[in-house]
């Protein structure tokens, strides 16, 4: 479960749990119980990402590979950077762009038959 990874993440890097919680939005009460294995939020994986930059986003949501980064040369082995993702994000929404203009292009051509 990623709250367990998450856990392992924060021992691993020796970060005091209750103030690595309240940093990513959430309580410890979370990551107790039953509670541990309620999904993650959106923010909260964000607000991890933020604090730990070298985090495989890979290992954290399927368990899957290493836990950190090695480096950002490493294309081939699973590992999704914050960086690679803005960039695929950005692609994506460049796509969209210009897909929102053509439909405007054909549009205003079917009016104008």
Known sequence: MIKQRI???????KIAKENFYKKIGMTSAS???SAKE???NSNAIENILSEIS??????????K????IESENNENNGDITVSHLNELLQIKQEKIESLE???KVLKSIIEKE
């Open 7 to 13: 856990i392992q993440l924060i021992e691993n890097k």
């Open 31 to 33: 990551f107790r119980g």
């Open 38 to 40: 309620t999904p993650i």
């Open 54 to 63: 070298d985090l495989n986003l890979y290992w954290l949501i399927t368990g």
């Open 65 to 68: 590979g290493k836990m950190f």
């Open 101 to 103: 203009n053509e439909i």
